[in-house]
C-alpha cells in the first residue's frame, strides 16, 4: 500500500469516526496513531507519543489561549454580556428590529473580551432572547440573529482560533488580531443592514418599541464602562508594544475579574464556575491539539502535504481560484467538525501550498495573514451554515421554542452577507490589511 493510500484511508477513518460521534481529538488520534505505526514500528510511535506531548502542552505562547478563556468566563460570570446589551438596546430598541440589532452589537462588544464564538451565542442568547420574545419578535428572526451574531466572537479579537492559527503557521498574534478588526466590523455592521432590511419588508417580524428617555439610555450606556475600559487596556498595550499578546491576556483576565467584582456581579459561585469551566475548555482544547498533532505527524510521513503543494503549485488555473476552492471545502468541512479541529488539522497541509502562490504580489507575511482572516472568516459561515452550524445548536437548544428550521430559514440572509463580505476580502487585501500596516 502506497502512503499516499494510507493517507487517504487515514482522513476517511477520521470522518467515520466523526460520524458515529466518536470525539473529535480521539477521532483524529486513532486513525494518526495507527498510521503512523503502520508506517514505522512501535517503537517509533511511542517515541513520537512522548515528544509530542512533551512539545506541545510546553509551549509558552499556547498559554495565551486559557488566559483568554478565562477572560472570557469572568465576563460571562460577572454579567457584562447583560450590560452591553441593555445598552444597545436603550438607543436601538424604538428602530423596527432594533433588538435584534442591539444583540449583534452586544455579540461584537462581547466578542472582544471573550474570543469564542460558541461562548458569545450562549451568553447573549440568554440575555437578548427573552426580551426580543416578550416583545413580540418572530423566533426565526430572533434564534437567527444570535447565532449569527455569536460568530463576531471568533472574528473580533480576541480570537482562539486565530491565536491557533498565529502558533501553528508561526505569525505575529498582534498583526493577526489588528487584521482581524475590519473584518469583524464590516460583519457586525452588515449583519445589522441585513436585520433592517428584513424587518423592512417583512414588519410583522418585529415591532417597534417606545423610546427610552435619554436619562435612562446614557445611564445604560454608562453601564458598559469596564467594557470599553478592557479592550482599551489590552489592545492599547498590545498594539503599542506595552506587552505581548499573552501578558495583555493576562492583564485583560485579572482587569475583567476586578470589573465583576467591583459591579457585584460576580460572587464566589461565579469565580468557582469561571476557573471550572476554562478548565474544561482549556482541557478540551489541548486535546484537541494532541489529535491534530498525532494525525499531521502521520500524513508528513505520507508526504500528502509536500505532494499537494506540488500539485497545485502546477495548476494551469488562477491562484485566486485555488483559494476559493480551499474555502469552500473549510464550508462544507464546517458541516461535520468545529472551528478549533478544522484549523488544527488542515493548515499544516493546505498552508504550504498557498504559500506557494502569487496572490496579489503579496509578500509571504502579509499572504499568511491575509489567508488566516479568510480562513477566519469562512470557519464562521461553518458555524451558521446548515446542515449543521454549531451556533444554531446552541442557540435552538437554549430557545427550544422555536423550530430548527425556522432558525436555518433566518440565517439564509446573514449568509448571504457573509458570501459578499468574503468575496471582498478575497479581491481587496487591503481591507484586510490596512489597518495592521497602519498599526504596525
Avoid at 1 to 25: D, E, H, K, N, Y
Avoid at 180 to 198: H, K, Q, R, T
Avoid at 285 to 301: E, K, P, R, T
Amino acid at each position: 500500500m502506497s502512503p499516499t493510500t494510507l493517507g487517504l484511508i487515514m482522513f476517511g477513518g477520521m470522518l467515520l469516526l466523526m460520524a458515529v460521534r466518536v470525539p473529535i481529538a480521539a477521532a483524529m488520534f486513532i486513525p494518526g496513531a495507527l498510521g503512523y505505526w503502520a508506517l514505522t514500528n512501535e517503537t517509533a510511535l511511542l517515541n513520537q507519543l512522548k515528544g509530542t506531548a512533551v512539545a506541545r502542552l510546553t509551549v509558552y505562547d499556547l498559554s495565551v489561549i486559557p488566559l483568554f478563556l478565562l477572560m472570557g468566563q469572568f465576563a460571562t460570570q460577572g454579567g457584562l454580556s447583560r450590560a452591553l446589551f441593555q445598552a444597545a438596546a436603550a438607543f436601538l430598541g424604538h428602530i423596527r428590529g432594533g433588538l435584534a440589532m442591539a444583540s449583534v452589537m452586544a455579540a461584537g462588544a462581547f466578542g472582544a473580551v471573550c474570543g469564542s464564538s460558541v461562548a458569545t451565542s450562549a451568553t447573549i442568547t440568554q440575555v437578548a432572547y427573552p426580551q426580543m420574545k416578550a416583545h413580540g419578535y418572530a423566533g426565526g428572526l430572533s434564534t437567527a440573529t444570535l447565532a449569527t451574531g455569536g460568530t463576531l466572537g471568533i472574528l473580533i479579537p480576541p480570537s482562539v482560533p486565530l491565536v491557533v492559527y498565529a502558533i501553528l503557521t508561526e505569525q505575529n498574534i498582534g498583526k493577526l488580531f489588528a487584521a482581524a478588526m475590519v473584518p469583524g466590523i464590516l460583519a457586525m455592521l452588515g449583519y445589522m443592514v441585513v436585520v433592517g432590511l428584513v424587518c423592512r419588508l417583512q414588519p410583522h417580524l418585529a415591532p417597534a418599541l417606545d423610546p427610552i428617555p435619554w436619562a435612562k439610555r446614557w445611564q445604560a450606556l454608562w453601564g458598559i464602562w469596564p467594557i470599553v475600559l478592557i479592550f482599551l487596556l489590552v489592545f492599547g498595550g498590545i498594539y503599542t508594544g506595552v506587552f505581548s499578546p499573552t501578558e495583555g491576556a493576562a492583564v485583560g483576565a485579572v482587569a475583567t475579574l476586578l470589573a465583576g467584582c467591583l459591579q457585584g456581579e460576580l460572587d464566589w459561585a461565579g469565580l468557582q464556575r469561571s476557573f471550572l469551566g476554562t478548565a474544561e475548555t482549556s482541557a478540551m482544547v489541548f486535546l484537541i491539539f494532541l489529535g491534530a498533532d498525532m494525525m499531521n505527524a502521520s500524513l508528513a510521513l505520507t508526504q500528502m502535504p509536500a505532494g499537494l503543494a506540488d500539485w497545485v503549485s502546477h495548476l494551469q488555473v488562477s491562484p485566486l481560484v485555488i483559494v476559493a476552492a480551499v474555502l469552500v471545502f473549510y464550508v462544507l468541512l464546517g458541516c461535520v467538525m468545529d472551528e478549533l479541529s478544522m484549523m488544527l488539522l488542515t493548515i499544516p497541509v493546505l498552508f504550504p501550498a498557498i504559500m506557494g502562490l502569487d496572490l496579489w504580489g503579496l509578500n509571504p507575511e502579509a499572504k499568511a495573514i491575509w489567508f488566516g482572516i479568510l480562513v477566519l472568516m469562512t470557519v464562521g459561515i461553518g458555524m451558521t451554515a446548515p446542515p449543521v452550524g454549531l451556533n444554531v445548536y446552541v442557540v435552538n437548544n437554549i430557545a427550544r421554542d422555536v423550530p430548527m428550521r425556522d432558525t436555518y430559514r433566518g440565517v439564509m440572509p446573514f449568509l448571504a452577507w457573509d458570501l459578499v463580505r468574503l468575496t471582498l476580502m478575497l479581491f481587496f487585501p487591503a481591507l484586510t490589511l490596512g489597518l495592521m500596516s497602519w498599526f504596525f
